[in-house]
């Protein structure tokens, strides 16, 4: 697990279980080897303008919408580029980015798709753990988090 998301979960005070699985490379991955739904996987996509970063969060199994993202936050976002996610991310493997934002000073919109579950689990920051905080607590890690629907499905 990366360290600065191990910190800010005992800083927040958030329980949470630690799901070994076989080494992947993509959250729906991820997912499928931690025998986990995929729609109970909150994936982050890093996106960027002239205003700074902003963090997508989403279930694993489906895509942002970028025309609708940026509709809904008037910003014309686009996707950042693997150099940026590792200057921001550097205690986590490159495409095993956790969805906390707030932990690595990045702002957050959350699409609605993930509150309609009841457990939520996320990248550890590495490819071969996910992390398991009920829905409740996932909120609470994302309290100053942007809300929206912006995703659509991905198969």
């Known amino acids: 697990m990366a360290p600065t998301v191990e910190k800010y979960l ?13 080494r992947t490379f993509s959250s729906i991955r991820s997912a499928t080897a931690a025998h986990v739904s995929p729609h109970r996987v909150a994936k982050a996509v890093l996106l960027e303008d002239e205003e700074g970063y902003m963090m997508a969060v989403l279930p694993a199994d489906r895509h942002v919408h970028l025309g609708t993202l940026r509709r809904e936050l008037g910003r014309r976002l686009g996707l950042a580029t693997e150099q940026e996610i590792a200057s921001l991310f550097r ?46 607590d996932f909120l ?16």
């Open 140 to 155: 609470r890690l994302l309290s100053h988090a942007r809300y929206a629907h912006f995703s659509t499905t991905a198969f």
């Open 91 to 136: 205690d986590c493997d490159l495409g095993a980015i956790p969805p906390l934002g707030e932990a690595y000073g990045v702002d957050v919109v959350v699409d609605d798709e993930l509150g309609n579950e009841s457990d939520i689990y996320f990248e550890a920051g590495d490819h071969e753990e996910l992390i398991h905080v009920r829905r409740e």
């Open 10 to 22: 005992k800083e927040q005070h958030i329980p949470y279980d630690v799901l070994p699985h076989a």
